[in-house]
Structure formats: C-alpha cells, structure tokens
C-alpha cells in the first residue's frame, strides 16, 4: 500500500512549457484534490474530483487542467507554464462520504524560469 | 465562502515547554470539522488533531491538544513537553461536513514553530 504518490518530485521548467504532475492513491479513494503552497500563502485548492469523470475547480484553477479517468489518477497539466506557477504543488485524496481524512502526497517542487 | 487565519507567523518555545498556537476562522456553517496539520522539513503534510465540531470535548492525541470554542470560531492547538521533532510549519484547516465537495480543505497560512534545546 504506497499511499498517495506523486512524480516528479522536482521539475525545472521554460516559460511556455507544457507538462503534467501526475498523482496516484491506491486506497481506493474517490475524492482527490491538487493544492499548491506558496510561501504566506498556505496551501490553496486548484482543482477536485469526488469520482472518476468528475472534476471541479477550487480557489486558483488558473492556468491548470485536470481529468480523472480512473478512480486511482488525479493528473494535473500545466498547459504554459509562468513564472507565477512556480511553486509546491501537493495531491490529496480521501475516501469520502462521511469519511474526511485526508492523505497527502511528498509534494512536487516546480520551478518555472 | 470560509476563512481560516493564523494571525502569528513565528513562534518559538524551549524544549519541555508548552505552546499555544492559535487559529480564528469564519463560516455561516454549523456542521463541519477542524485539522491541525504539521508540515516538518521533509515537506510532507502529517495530521496532528481533529476536531468536529459537533463534540464539545476537546480533542487530545497525547502531547497534543485543542482548545475549541465554537462560539468565539477559535481553535487554538497546545503542545506539551515540546520536542525537537515538533520544529515545523503547522496549519490549521477547515473542512465542511459531509461528502463530495465538501470534503474541500480550507487552510490557514500557517505559523513556523521552532523548538529551542
């Protein structure tokens, strides 16, 4: 049982570049979210799903796209990447329902220069 | 739409001593559950506490305790006999009750707690 993994953990990256952050849980958990920690900021929700085909936006969707065809990978693209999405980015996923612990990923450092 | 604030962005305490860390929050809502996380060096985000707000016991996981007052929407989190392991970032989180979207966190800033030797 890996938990909640995310790749890569570090990632360098061109303003203009495209690329994804992949997230994985294998605890059979139907509700997974991408959140990104800047320094003062906390952690601010980007993007949710309560279930496979099912995604929705947070509080800074911006910029980023997600989809989730299966219930075990939560992908978060970055279509072109800016400076402004440089960042700690982290996927957590949950049971849900009534069952509201949230596991989280090590997180993924992402550069934009 | 809910707020959590951590108005203290450093804290330090000598080991073995006692911190308080505090957290206000705002929400029309009457159901839903507080988190302290623990964010150490390695990144990784650990729950530390829980607190639904249903109960009116403070919730304690050994050296680790709250004070919720839900009149007032403050959740402070006291920490006992401070470890060198305790040295990390710690946020506090909101959550609704009940499922699908509602199982979005909400997080403070987060406070820098330092344990001195």
């Known amino acids: 049982n890996a938990g909640v993994t995310q790749t890569p953990k570090f990632q360098v990256l061109k303003t203009g570049q495209s690329m994804t952050l992949q997230c994985a849980q294998d605890?059979?958990?139907?509700?997974m979210s991408w959140y990104r920690q800047d320094p003062g900021m906390g952690l601010r929700l980007i993007h949710y799903s309560v279930g496979a085909g099912i995604t929705d936006q947070g509080e800074v969707p911006n910029g980023y796209n997600v989809s989730r065809s299966t219930t075990e990978d939560f992908p978060l693209r970055l279509l072109s990447a800016a400076p402004s999405q440089t960042s700690v980015y982290f996927c957590?996923?949950?049971?849900?329902?009534?069952?509201?612990?949230?596991?989280f990923g090590p997180g993924t450092r992402l550069t934009v220069t | 739409a809910q707020t959590v604030t951590q108005s203290q962005p450093e804290m330090s305490v000598q080991e073995a001593e006692t911190v308080t860390l505090s957290c206000t929050y705002d929400?029309?809502?009457?159901?839903?559950?507080l988190f302290w996380y623990k964010q150490p060096p390695s990144r990784q985000m650990i729950l530390v506490i829980r607190q639904e707000a249903y109960k009116q016991q403070n919730a304690t996981e050994n050296r680790f305790s709250v004070n919720f007052q839900k009149a007032a929407k403050s959740f402070s989190l006291k920490i006992s006999d401070s470890q060198l392991g305790d040295t990390a970032m710690y946020f506090c989180a909101f959550m609704k009750h009940g499922a699908g979207a509602n199982s979005k966190l909400t997080f403070g800033k987060g406070i820098t707690l330092s344990v001195r030797p």
């Open positions: 957590a996923s949950s049971l849900g329902g009534h069952i509201y612990e949230q596991y």
């Open positions: 929400t029309s809502e009457n159901n839903y559950y």
């Open positions: 605890m059979n958990h139907e509700y």
